[in-house]
């Protein structure tokens, strides 16, 4: 870790031992909202650590200052605990009668500061917490559909489901916080999407309160054609149009076999063309990623005294074969992990066409171990940014997705971008900056990026960091790539949709604002 970002485990950084209750402020109460929760038994709470608690998401500024014990300006003045469809409409109701502000909430995993209470709100703001809201309201095991409840999280919706021998497929990064309502509010994806589809894929009825009603369909088909389809208003639209209250999702049989894989190659530049080759051919696993080689070597930094994922690579293949015999260059090669799904049969016919095309591309197997341990990493990058707070490192992941003629370059042109940006705020210590492709399509892929420096000697950290994912987000958009693949707008990248949709597109998405809540009810100020 000393030569990948210059930490010491001497110097460490400041944080507060517990939440000063004194400086957050005396919520705002709107009496008969207050009033009408008590008559109806909805629970609500005023308590400060309530407030703080579902006041932020997870970026690295929300968490950085909280580490120093700033709990920001603007925090919600009362929680409330709706447990089912009805406690919504009447949350929602009285809200609108009283010009009362919501913000729903579910996991918080938000990492776009859709969150955030603006801190112009003179208004109650209330945040509906829909963490009680679930449960597994029905299945249907011969449609294949199952009705939930917002709320619930993404491994305990996996979970009860796999006690039925079903699943969803939907697996992201924070399954294990995320929540069913946040996947369709941001629009998110899963990792492994190439089988199960991205949430839009699995979703078959949604309901959403608004102030003006109900937004919902009125059938359960598979697929209607009866002008715009009203889930693409609900879809992406970041809690500015009301709360969604219960998805009717796709689910499947679990999968008869898995199986993990990975494959080796000399560069980047070969990885990306055989991922390339494989979504082209249509025989993509139910999960292939492709780390870069800063990404693959800095396996071996996360446990210097253990076996690392990068010296279980090269232990794995003899380093001397890999490195003499073919010539790969331990400073650029990278290598993809796979996940198998489904009948044994199908897996059997995807492992071998997805071998014989990385041969192609110069690409060797690397054993099922590594590719499992490398599946497993995405889920412990989560937690490294905490850890690194402790030793003076600001870190974060963003993503982006792109046309595969424009993946390489936008891949090069950012971590440029990323090491110019870093040398113009003065960064002292070496910077880690990384990249992954993930979800591919047949016209491109998402891409990750992960960026960490060490700030020991900046003035002021937290503005160095956002000028650097700032210049990131401008080089992506200037490489062609999208505003996000899967994490959403909120507050914090905003001002970049002028530059991802025209003019007539944003009035087209105010003008659906005005009408489903025209005293902006639902005032996070998300998206436009």
């Not at 078959?204 to 009866?226: D, F, I, Y």
């Not at 990278?334 to 997805?354: H, S």
Request: hydrophobic share 35%; with cysteine.
């Amino acid at each position: 870790m000393t030569s990948s970002i210059g930490i010491n485990i001497d110097e460490t950084s400041f944080s507060v031992k517990g939440v000063d209750t004194s400086k957050i402020p005396e919520p705002i109460i709107n009496q008969q909202f207050k009033d009408y929760m008590a008559e109806e038994g909805i629970e609500f709470s005023s308590d400060p650590i309530d407030r703080l608690v579902r006041s932020h998401g997870h970026t690295c500024d929300e968490l950085f200052l909280l580490r120093q014990g700033d709990v920001g300006k603007r925090l919600p003045d009362v929680v409330v605990f709706p447990l089912k469809h009805d406690d919504v409409v009447k949350i929602v109701s009285s809200a609108t009668k009283n010009n009362v502000c919501l913000i729903p909430i579910g996991g918080g995993t938000s990492v776009t500061w859709a969150l955030i209470c603006p801190e112009n709100e003179k208004r109650c703001v209330v945040m509906v917490d829909m963490t009680q809201m679930n449960r597994i309201l029905w299945v249907d095991e011969q449609n294949l559909l199952a009705c939930v409840e917002a709320g619930i999280v993404g491994q305990d919706l996996e979970r009860d489901l796999e006690n039925l021998g079903l699943c969803t497929g939907h697996e992201p990064d924070s399954m294990e916080f995320s929540s069913l309502g946040g996947w369709v509010a941001t629009r998110a994806s899963g990792m492994k999407k190439n089988i199960y589809g991205n949430i839009e894929d699995l979703v078959v009825h949604t309901s959403m309160v608004t102030p003006k009603g109900v937004l919902e369909k009125k059938c359960l088909a598979p697929r209607v054609s009866a002008g715009p389809d009203l889930h693409e208003f609900i879809l992406g639209s970041e809690g500015t149009l009301g709360i969604i209250s219960e998805v009717t999702m796709r689910i499947r049989p679990l999968p008869k076999c898995k199986k993990y894989g990975s494959i080796i190659f000399p560069d980047f530049e070969h990885g990306v063309d055989c991922l390339r080759e494989i979504a082209r051919k249509r025989c993509a696993p139910a999960s292939i990623r492709l780390m870069d080689n800063p990404q693959f070597r800095f396996g071996q930094a996360l446990k210097p005294e253990t076996e690392s994922l990068f010296s279980s690579f090269i232990d794995g293949l003899k380093k001397f074969y890999v490195t003499l015999v073919k010539g790969y260059d331990p400073t650029n090669m990278c290598v993809a992990t796979l996940l198998f799904e489904g009948d044994a049969e199908v897996v059997e016919q995807q492992e071998k066409a997805v071998y014989q095309i990385a041969a192609q591309f110069s690409g060797m197997p690397a054993g099922e171990d590594n590719g499992q341990r490398g599946y497993m990493l995405t889920f412990v990058i989560a937690y490294l940014r905490d850890v690194g707070f402790d030793y003076e490192v600001v870190s974060e992941s963003f993503e982006t997705s792109a046309p595969w003629d424009r993946i390489k370059d936008l891949c090069r042109n950012v971590k440029e971008r990323v090491a110019h940006e870093c040398n113009n705020q003065g960064v002292k210590y070496p910077v880690l900056s990384t990249c992954r492709v993930t979800q591919t399509y047949d016209s491109g892929a998402c891409v990750y990026f992960y960026l960490a420096f060490k700030y020991r000697g900046l003035p002021d950290p937290l503005a160095s960091y956002m000028a650097v994912e700032e210049a990131a987000r401008d080089e992506i958009l200037s490489c062609g790539g999208s505003i996000s693949h899967h994490h959403g707008i909120g507050k914090l990248r905003k001002h970049f949709v002028p530059r991802s949709v025209t003019e007539a597109g944003i009035g087209a998405i105010k003008s659906v604002k005005d009408y489903l809540d025209p005293d902006n009810i639902f005032g996070s100020g998300n998206l436009v």
